[in-house]
T-cell receptor, first 116, second 117 residues
Framework: GDSVTQMEGPVTLSEEAFLTINCTYT??????LFWYVQYPGEGLQLLLK?????DKGSNKGFEATYRKETTSFHLEKGSVQVSDSAVYFC???????????????FGKGTKLSVIP | EAQVTQNPRYLITVTGKKLTVTCSQN?????MSWYRQDPGLGLRQIYY???????DKGDVPEGYKVSRKEKRNFPLILESPSPNQTSLYFC????????????????FGAGSRLTVL
């Protein structure tokens, strides 16, 4: 079945440091890929997405590129801020039709803490 | 404001006492889903619904029930809660697009923290 593997946390960085959170996936067909973010005490919200190979999703200074050859969708930000402290989830949705095609498969989440 | 509303946000209950967590969305979304979030396990899907009167099991449906009598509401029912159902629960919804969520995006509620003693 489909699966998403993301780097284990927690990750602690100083403000203005470079961030990479690795995400790789296993899926049949051509999935869409997502990064969701969960701020403390809140539900998840979409950070960025990519729907086909070589697409780059970007939002709030975060970027991720859909790499089909390496089945990866790593999240990056050049300079993190304290306000970026949150849990980040990588996810995929399968593209094949059928009962399972509407489902999102999530990674386990990576907690990021940014210290001043 | 477009949103998914869950209630209650916090609940402490005892083993065996039936409870319902309500979920309502105001975006006319066809798809709704329940997840539980546990440390080290991420989000796991409990049940989902693709439209009124259409529901199906997710990865961890045991001990839960759902219903979808109206498009906007998707309550989660724990008929006889047990301590292993202590968790943080999220409801989410989205539009459907053809045969795949594709570019569609889930909107999540703020979560319901349930403790079963």
């Amino acid at each position: 079945g489909d699966s998403v593997t993301q780097m284990e946390g927690p990750v602690t960085l100083s403000e203005e440091a470079f961030l990479t959170i690795n995400c790789t996936y296993t899926a049949t067909g051509y999935p869409s890929l997502f990064w969701y973010v969960q701020y403390p005490g809140e539900g998840l919200q979409l950070l960025l997405k990519a729907t086909k190979a070589d697409d780059k999703g970007s939002n709030k200074g975060f970027e991720a590129t859909y790499r089909k050859e390496t089945t990866s969708f790593h999240l990056e930000k050049g300079s993190v801020q304290v306000s970026d402290s949150a849990v980040y989830f990588c996810a995929l949705s399968a593209s094949y039709s059928g009962a399972g095609s509407y489902q999102l498969t999530f990674g386990k989440g990576t907690k990021l803490s940014v210290i001043p | 404001e477009a949103q998914v509303t869950q209630n209650p946000r916090y609940l402490i209950t005892v083993t065996g006492k039936k409870l319902t967590v309500t979920c309502s969305q105001n975006m006319n979304h066809e798809y709704m889903s329940w997840y539980r979030q546990d440390p080290g396990l991420g989000l796991r899907q409990i049940y989902y619904s693709m439209n009124v009167e259409v529901t199906d099991k997710g990865d961890v449906p045991e001990g839960y029930k759902v219903s979808r009598k109206e498009k906007r509401n998707f309550p989660l029912i724990l008929e006889s809660p047990s301590p292993n159902q202590t968790s943080l629960y999220f409801c989410a919804s989205s539009f459907l697009s053809g045969h795949s969520m594709g570019a569609n995006v889930l909107t999540f509620g703020a979560g319901s923290r349930l403790t079963v003693l």
